[in-house]
């Protein structure tokens, strides 16, 4: 499995269990989160601090927007470009 | 350190009251007494400090606006409504339309789930149907609002009306103490119909009575993230300081949300005092903050953190008490209070002259006897946090069903009376006649009265309040309602509390015919962005079920209570399997 898959799997996995709190829920990689109602911008700081503890970085605060932050792929292709090598 | 402001004797309290009639002579004081105090610090995104306005420089910014609302025909007695992001423009704009003796209301700002279209269709439906004679807005905003609104009359301004300068401020009106001051509005559909219209009397009333509940000091500093289109951020975190004289340090709640250390920062850095949260913010800092952001903060200062504008709980302080101890949180800074846009704020206010009380009663006493008593015989039992006792210039009592008053731990409506009450709602008299009885505000919550202290046990209304908002399930419900699918009239929405976030989640539930899994997956999903995008809100859950699932009232109305514990026990039964 790709790295990029196993990130994607990983914060699916979160976002399902820990924010939505529906693991059954079929999500896919451009489904909106926060403006298609899924979560809400303050769970964007619960995204921040499990990227900072599982990928060890700390997204900036000014990269946790809607416009940045908005599907699972924006997330997984953030992490897979910030991420330390 | 922030420069000393309000000399002791000059504070608004219910001994020094009759020397103002409007909150413009207070602004006048000010002005003339302590030009360049600093008024307020207001935190831009991104830093953990901002510029230093004193009262010269923030009165005469406001006059600014006062000169252009004069300049596009806006008179005395006009309602001005302001749709612009929170700002320092929005503080002048403000207070420049109650300096020329308007009415202003501000507007929730449009926010990145919100859709644009409808949003500027519920500006102009609430400027249509209010009667407002101009609009103040955001720069961009500035070309969809004239356009939108350009037949109506409606005069639209943003900054590029003002004239260039510093302005000047000036406080000559003919307004009077009985004049309206402001609106407050809640948000939806259904709140926007209701303006609550606060005379300057009734503000001042609020402000003078509250600084005694709160024993207020000259120099106290109030530090505040919260919006300013909601009761407790407009009134707490902004009339009240600029009418004390005491300084106000600001961010936005934007900034909050997505970097909550800047209030801890903020708190520390302008040694702030006071500092008012809804409840679910105290577990959203109490976990979301990492310690290492945290380095250098110190909450020695704060005398008082108010818990107000939702339901409050021992575990949110306890948990906030927990990890803030170690960064210097007083024992007995936790505070609470019980409030209402009607009364203009504040009602009681707990925990300033000790911690607030917390009742321990049974739950079959509450739930099947209604009424609060300890609990006997290994019952099991429920905490609650006291409100505190009403403040001087309030009164609260519990009532039944038929408007009489109840006795000490009887579980009731509570009924509050003041000199701080609404004049009315704006240009509604039918809602206003049914809001009073006898001079007393209904306020649609349950609780009781033990030993003068106020505790409130729910809500007779099916309001939801979430992260201290108002929701009214009936604008979910009518959205849901438009969605293929759903059959119509069978949508119910209602709020669960959720203990891990401290505030109430929303829940969704409708009936549809189908029962193929996919097209319900797509129902519920249309639900979820059709509700964020009209109103903003989140669904914790949405269930889409089979017909003739939700209950219905005698009277053939959803009930949402019947519905809610329903779902309740269903989500109990699934997570036990």
Redesign the interface.
């Known amino acids: 499995m790709s790295d990029w898959n196993a990130t994607r799997d990983t914060i699916r996995d979160f976002l399902l269990t820990k924010l939505i709190r529906n693991p059954r829920l079929k999500l896919g990689d451009t489904d909106p989160l926060i403006t298609g109602g899924l979560i809400d911008s303050f769970s964007l700081v619960e995204v921040q601090l499990f990227i900072e503890e599982k990928y060890g970085f700390r997204p900036a605060d000014i990269d946790m927007t809607v416009e940045t932050m908005d599907t699972l792929k924006q997330m997984v292709d953030y992490v897979e470009a910030n991420r330390p090598q | 350190m922030l420069k000393p402001t309000v000399p002791s004797d000059r504070l608004l309290t219910l001994e020094t009251r009759e020397q103002a009639a409007t909150l413009l002579d207070r602004a006048a004081l000010h002005y003339a007494q302590r030009p360049d105090a600093d008024a307020l610090i207001f935190i831009p995104f ?1 830093k953990d400090e901002g510029e230093r306005i004193s009262y010269r420089a923030f009165f005469d910014g406001a006059g600014r606006y006062a000169d252009a609302l004069r300049g596009v025909g806006v008179a005395e007695r006009d309602l001005v409504i302001l749709v612009m992001e929170h700002s320092e423009a929005l503080l002048y704009a403000f207070w420049g339309a109650l300096m020329m003796g308007a009415i202003p209301s501000i507007f929730p700002f449009l ?3 919100l859709d644009a279209t409808l949003y500027f269709e519920r500006v102009k439906a609430l400027v249509t149907h209010s009667g407002a004679k101009a609009l103040i807005v955001s720069p961009p905003f500035l070309e969809s609002l004239s356009g939108l609104l350009k037949d109506s009359g409606v005069r639209v301004i943003s900054e590029a009306n003002l004239q260039p300068g510093s302005g000047k401020a000036h406080f000559q009106t003919t307004i009077n103490g009985e004049d309206i001051a402001f609106l407050q509005h809640s948000s939806g559909t259904t709140g926007l119909q209701k303006g609550v219209a606060l005379s300057h009397r009734a503000v001042l009333n609020q402000v003078a009575a509250y600084a005694d509940a709160l024993q207020m000091r000259p120099d106290d500093v109030i530090a505040s993230w919260l919006p300013l289109y909601h009761d407790m951020g407009l009134i707490a975190g902004f009339v009240i300081p600029l009418v004390q004289g005491i300084p106000l340090v600001l961010m936005s709640p934007f900034h909050w ?4 250390r800047v209030l801890l920062r903020a708190l520390t850095h302008y040694r702030g005092t006071l500092c008012w949260l809804p409840n679910f913010a105290y577990n ?1 800092m109490a976990t ?1 903050i ?1 310690d290492n952001a945290l380095e250098g903060v110190n909450l020695g200062t704060v005398r008082a953190f108010v818990n107000c504008s939702e339901p409050m709980r021992a575990e949110s302080h306890r948990q906030f008490e927990t990890r803030y101890t170690p960064y210097g949180l007083r024992s007995g800074a936790l505070t609470t209070c019980y409030a209402m846009a009607e009364n203009t704020f504040a009602v009681t206010q707990g925990g300033i002259a000790a911690p607030p009380t917390v009742d321990v009663i049974s739950r079959p006493g509450l739930m099947d006897q209604h009424v609060a008593r300890p609990a006997q015989n290994g019952e099991p039992t429920m905490e609650m946090l006291s409100c505190g006792t009403p403040i001087p210039n309030c009164r609260v009592q519990i009532v039944d069903s038929e408007k009489r008053p109840l006795n000490e731990r009887q579980i009731g409506e509570v009924a509050v009376k003041s000199d701080s009450m609404l004049s009315s709602y704006y240009h509604r008299p039918d809602l206003t006649e049914q809001a009073l009885f006898e001079g007393w505000y209904l306020t649609g919550d349950y609780g009781y009265l033990a030993e003068g202290e106020l505790y409130i046990t729910g809500r007779k209304k099916d309001i939801i309040i979430v ?1 201290g908002k108002n929701i009214y399930p009936q604008d979910l419900e009518s959205i849901a309602d438009g969605v293929p699918g759903v059959k119509a009239g069978r949508a119910v929405a209602f709020g669960v509390m959720d203990d891990r976030l401290g505030t109430e989640s929303v829940v969704m539930v409708v009936e549809a015919e189908t029962q193929d899994e996919d097209e319900r ?1 797509e129902i519920a ?1 249309q ?7 009209e109103t903003e ?5 949405v269930r889409v079920v089979d017909l003739k699932w939700l209950h219905k009232t005698s009277s053939g109305k959803i009930a949402r209570g019947a519905n809610r514990d329903k779902y309740l026990i269903e989500k109990a039964q699934e997570q036990q399997r």
């Open positions: 991104g926010s990145d789930k949300v997505r970097e909550p959203f979301r990492r992260g997956f999903r639900i979820r962005m059709r509700v964020a995008k809100v989140s669904l914790s859950d």
